[in-house]
């Protein structure tokens, strides 16, 4: 029984290239001090925050969703709005854009700094294409005569896509960010580290917007 | 140095020691200095907090008597010097908000947590201190805006004073010091706008603001604690190492991180439904103060909202707020208690797994408070049975602290008498949760007196005295000196009867019928009997309020006076203990420590004193001994 143990402890991998990081034998406090001070296990902290911060993010547009499912079965007075097309396209937008950001963050794994930053820019584009798009639907809408209090679901339609809007600005700020550092070419290995974490931190971030407006999507229009 | 690391890990500060007075102590990244900076806004918070609770006192034991001061203050809220009742409301909703939000949740963890939470674990810094030093500036501004609210209410002392020096004139405002919807801001009547009442116009913008920014501050450093702490903790400190504050620190980051997100959704919705007019919150066909909903320009057309979904929203938040503000208390009264009995803290796991049982058990109770909400009674036994299961894990910390104290050598420092203090209160407040929770005893309870006793003892009181404990025992660490014993032993127990005195005989009045929030009892017969004891309140707590300046006076005076500290006056075990009093900017001089043992190692057998640091090489600690569950 102690051999196997043993055994077991010696053929751990301490450092593992990509992928999910294996635990130390204590937990995380032994893992940074195992060899020389690791920084891509220092710049994990920029992942972890993400989806620390991620999970607030979550409660907070559940409880809009809470309040949207209620307030929609508690009252005779929703009138189920007409979709802007417009969405659909904003919707088409959104989706291609994760997906030129997956490009950029596989690039920039696979040490590629000038492609890496050409799709960082087309992702930054679409990213306020997408914007633009949401401004193009509300107009639409309040041309209709439809405002923010002119019923429950107008209501929830200006909230959620505002808030989801505020949001977005947030992860376009990143994207800005990640593309003018992008351009700086000759970087040390430390600092590489800290890109790819940031890059991937960014991508979560999308990603998760992404998902999110799918989901306001079907909730505003599928729901009720 | 045997006790580091062979330099494996040299001082990786992401950011050097600033040298000017802005970047050293306004607008640092050090979490150091953020958490007094934190602990101080604390400070000055429970001072309106604490003056206000006295204007309530006297109103209430001394109904009709005129107060000179009062008038002169106050001309529109207390006209011939009594104060009329929307004054009085207006004093509890400001009370309340800046106690729970600005003292009770930033003290504990913004203040301590910061400060300790990264030496503790071995860390040189938060992970993100810029973050951190956002989430204060953001609390800050939070603070500020819910001053504010005061002053737009204007027509009194305060409003004029900074309407002079601002250059205008709040003279339009009600007269009261803020809104008056109490801290739970209800719907319809916080949601209304001005034609609801005094201090529902302005002052309710701004309130609701100051606590969407606050969400944002608290949210912010939650983050950050979470990913410190996954993230940053030195060799050997394992999950299990962890002193039992850091656990506290987390779980309670973890219940800010998930309930915060809730009010600021309900905030946002509450804030629309006043500036845009919409009826999230507000039923439609309302008539207020002769006016019928949507028949004039200040009173729109609200229709179908509904009043109950802002009471889920707040209280989802809500019930996670009142262990965000005890769990660290409950962190320091554990981690002091083993200090000073010398033992290690009895059942250290089960300690783990309590915190977290109640971190989790919180988000499913909301509905307690909510019980005359016409729910449901299958809803209302499910919330009942969910809050009595609370009473479990709770239980298990109050039998592990007794356990931790029981045939010990008790050091009676004045940190040990607080943490003893909170043990107590803890119980005592406690206790009247079992009753409470219950759906059938709540509905003629609610909103009376037992329930102000009740969480005022556990969730005020309780959570305060943790921070007492909390400062007289690591004051010596922040600021290389011991705080006074004597003056704090008067203070502690002048405080802990007098805090008794204050909220056993609520209990009492609660049981008459007498119910929370109204501004006097004098048209009562019911409860012409219970004036002594409302007087009796009065006094008590006017004592207890004056004894909080000796604790004042020794913080400041100690810190410039007291006797000088040594880096381990306590004889402690665990890393804070272990640097230089006060810690150098990145904690440990530029090499982190090795943690070899628990954190709880007192009366080792075997081991040359009878504690044994985090650090210490070369000791053997028998399994038997500290966190694993043994009894020794």
Known sequence: MATMVTSTKTTRKTSPGGGPKIPGRNGNGSKRHDGFPNPDLHANRYRIGMWVGLASVAMMFTSLSSAYIVRSASSNDWIALPMPRVLLASTALILSSSATLEVARRKLKAALSGPYSQWLFVTVVLGIAFLGLQIVAWRQLARQGIYVASNPHSSFFYLLTGAHAVHLIGGLLGLTFLWLRSRRQEIAQALMAKRRAATDAVTIYWHFMDALWIYLFLLLFLWR | MAETHEGAHEGVHRHPAPTGFIRKYIFSLDHKVIGIQYIMLALAAVIVGMIMSLLMRLNLSWPGTHWPVLETLFPTGAPGGIMNPEFYLSLVTMHGTIMVFFVLTTAPQGGFGNYFLPIQIGAEDMAFPVLNMMSFWVTFVGFIVILLAIVVEGNHAIGEWFGATLGTSFAGGSGTVGPIGGWTGYAPLSALGKIAGPGQGAGMNLWVMSIA????????????????????????????????????????????????????????????????????????????????????????????????????????????????????????????????????????????????????????????????????????????????????????????????????????????????????????????????????????????????????????????????????????????????????????????????????????????????????????????????????????????????????????????????????????????????????????????????????????????????????????????????????
């Not at chain 2, 210490?616 to 500290?626: A, F, Q, R, T």
Request: charged share 10%; with cysteine; hydrophobic share 50%.
């Open chain 2, 213 to 632: 920014i606050f969400c944002i501050g608290s949210l912010l450093g939650a983050l950050n604690f979470i990913t410190t702490l996954l993230n940053m903790r030195t060799k050997g400190m394992s999950l299990m190492r962890m002193p039992l504050t850091c656990w506290a620190w987390f779980t309670t980051a973890v219940l800010a991180l998930l309930s915060f997100p809730v009010l600021l959704g309900g905030g946002i919705l509450l804030l629309l439904d006043r500036i845009a007019h919409t009826s999230f919150f507000i039923p439609g066909g309302l008539y207020l103060t002769g006016v019928l909903s949507g028949t004039s320009s200040n009173f729109p057309l609200h229709t179908g909202g509904s009043p109950i979904l802002w009471q889920h929203l707040f209280w989802f938040f809500g019930h996670p707020e009142v262990y965000i503000a005890i769990l660290p208390g409950m962190g320091a009264t554990s981690h002091i208690l083993a200090t000073f009995a010398r033992k290690p803290v009895f059942g250290y796991r089960a300690m783990v797994f309590a915190i977290f049982a109640i971190g989790l058990l919180g988000f499913f109770v909301w509905g307690h408070h909510m019980f005359i909400s016409g729910m449901s009674p299958y809803s209302a036994i499910a919330f009942s049975v969910l809050t009595l299961s609370i009473g479990v894990p709770s239980a298990v910390k109050t039998f592990n602290w007794i356990g931790t104290l029981w045939g010990s050598r008790i050091r009676f420092t004045t940190a040990m008498l607080f943490a003893l203090g909170f043990v107590s209160l803890f119980v005592a407040g406690g206790i009247t949760g079992l009753i409470l929770g219950q759906s059938s005893l709540d509905l003629p309870m609610h909103d009376t007196y037992i329930v102000t006793a009740h969480f005022h003892l556990v969730m005020g009181v309780a959570s305060i005295f943790g921070m007492f404990a909390a400062t007289y025992f690591w004051f010596p660490k922040m600021f290389g000196r011991l705080m006074n014993e004597t003056i704090g032993k008067i203070h502690f127990w002048v405080t802990f009867v007098g805090v008794y005195a204050i909220f056993m005989p609520m209990h009492v009045m609660g049981l008459v019928g007498m119910p929370r929030r109204y501004s006097q009892f004098t048209e009562y017969a019911f409860l012409a009997n219970t004036h002594s004891l409302v007087l009796f309140v009065s006094v008590a707590a006017i004592i207890t309020i004056g004894v909080q300046f000796l604790f004042y006076f020794n913080v400041f005076w100690s810190m410039f006076k007291g006797e000088k500290a040594g880096d381990n006056p306590w004889e402690a075990t665990t890393l804070e203990w272990n640097t230089t009093t006060p810690p150098p900017h990145d904690n440990f001089a530029g090499v982190l420590p090795t943690v070899h043992h628990g954190p709880y190692e007192f009366a080792v057998p075997g081991a040359p004193r009878d504690y044994v640091m985090q650090t210490d090489v070369d000791v053997e600690v028998p399994s038997g001994n500290g966190h694993n569950g043994h009894k020794h």
